[in-house]
């Protein structure tokens, strides 16, 4: 079974075939949403919308480790996971999509590892390469397919938000190397690393960064491009699925 985890703008999958809710809870507390269990083409896959079913769980009060241990205790083989960010790189414009390959984490305050020292075992996982290389590709393959703007590269910069970034801050977020910047990167991705889940993430441009360009960052510029990107990354993902069963990455 392969997990998605929605984003802003991908609150359900509107051709998905729902077949049953779960409502679970997890040693770690209760995720976002219900995790809805059904079949996205042949795929069979587990929804799970990160800011809860309609968009109420700002980026820092999410509960990272209830959703990526559900997604678990469900029988998740892989995850792919949706993330709306700015653009930093000018060459990205929304509504872009981005298949990051690397990322850097200046979130803070977060509950960020199951590994927290509270049953006697220190664990320091690998983290080289965040993202796991056969989902990247599988969602690579896929994107090169179909006829849309998407870039196979690329620095995930992660902040805490809720706020936007200074003009300055994301100046300095570039000369890290990021080329993208969202506020739901971290600590999922680490976290599907510690419990062995192969995780990807396929980024929705939905604004120029802080700075990169001459107007205001408003909610109804952003929600102009989140529809059509979402549905883009989601034409990505149902051609992804084929493949990544083809991977062995999910057992139908
Ligand atoms: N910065 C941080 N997070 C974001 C942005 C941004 O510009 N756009 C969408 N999520």
Do not use: W
């Not at 309609?54 to 995850?79: E, M, T, V």
């Not at 993202?131 to 703007?149: H, I, P």
């Not at 995780?199 to 802080?210: K, R």
């Amino acid at each position: 079974m392969i997990g998605i985890i929605g984003g802003s703008g991908a609150y359900a999958i509107p051709d998905m075939q729902v077949i049953r809710e779960n409502s679970i809870k997890t040693t770690f507390g209760n995720p976002s949403a219900k995790l809805l269990f059904g079949q996205l083409g042949e795929s069979n896959i587990i929804f799970l919308p990160r800011h809860g079913s309609g968009h109420k769980i700002p980026p820092h009060a999410i509960n990272y480790r209830a959703n990526i241990r559900a997604l678990y205790d469900c029988g998740a083989q892989c995850i792919i996971s949706l993330n709306a960010v700015g653009a930093i790189s000018a060459e990205l414009k929304a509504p872009d999509l981005c298949i990051p390959e690397q990322l850097i984490d200046y979130t803070y305050g977060r509950d960020h590892t199951f590994f927290d020292g509270s049953n006697g075992v220190v664990e320091h996982i690998d983290f080289t390469h965040p993202y796991d290389e056969n989902v990247r590709q599988a969602l690579l393959l896929a994107a090169s397919k179909l006829n849309l703007r998407f870039r196979g590269n690329g620095v995930y910069a992660v902040t805490q938000g809720p706020r936007l970034e200074s003009a300055s801050e994301v100046n300095r977020l570039e000369r890290d190397g990021a080329d993208i910047v969202g506020m739901t990167g971290m600590p999922e991705a680490a976290l599907a690393r510690e419990l062995g889940i192969p995780y990807a993430s396929i980024c929705i441009i939905v604004n120029p960064a802080a700075g990169r360009s001459q107007e205001p960052i408003t909610m109804s510029a952003i929600l102009e491009h989140l529809d059509n990107g979402v549905a883009n990354a989601l034409t990505v993902i149902r051609s992804a699925l084929p493949i990544l069963s083809r991977h062995q990455l999910a057992k139908h």
